[in-house]
């Protein structure tokens, strides 16, 4: 069962806020419901940084390989011969490795972005419960520091 505390005023609500992170209550276990955004809540609540950076990264390397696999493999299987050139040559192979590179990673980082955060599920979105305009802290059960 998470400590429920609503306020209406929001002055109050940010001291309690405070009042629980001096108190040593770990940041993870806190939850808080505001009507509308609050700024302060993240210079007292900081979050770490996100996972979506490793779905970029991991889709962005996987969109280069993807785009040097198929221009060379394309280029052996149909060999152009012309003037003794290179049947494959890297500098025109970077134009479709660089498209397909901002290609995946964009693509990986909304899935990322979608997976990450639940969505689409409703129950993601929104609380079970309705507090109109009031600020809640929810403090879930765990031992303390």
Do not use: H
């Not at 009042?19 to 700024?39: A, M």
């Not at 152009?80 to 964009?106: E, Q, R």
């Not at 969505?119 to 802290?137: C, D, H, K, Q, T």
């Amino acid at each position: 069962m998470a400590d429920r505390r609503i306020f209406e005023d929001r002055e109050r609500f940010l001291e309690a806020l405070r009042l629980l992170v001096r108190e040593g209550v770990p940041g993870e276990r806190i939850r808080v419901i505001t009507p509308f955004g609050v700024p302060e809540v993240e210079e007292i609540l900081p979050r770490g940084r996100s996972k979506v950076r490793f779905f970029a990264l991991v889709g962005a390397a996987s969109g280069t390989v993807t785009g040097f696999a198929f221009t060379i493999l394309t280029s052996l299987s149909w060999p152009l011969i012309v003037g003794g050139k290179p049947v494959v040559s890297l500098p025109p192979f970077l134009i479709i490795a660089f498209a397909l590179t901002i290609l995946f990673g964009a693509l990986s980082t909304f899935a990322g972005f979608l997976l990450l955060s639940r969505l689409p599920s409703l129950r993601g979105i929104r609380s079970g419960e309705e507090f109109g305009n009031a600020f809640v802290i929810l403090v879930e059960d765990g031992e303390r520091r």
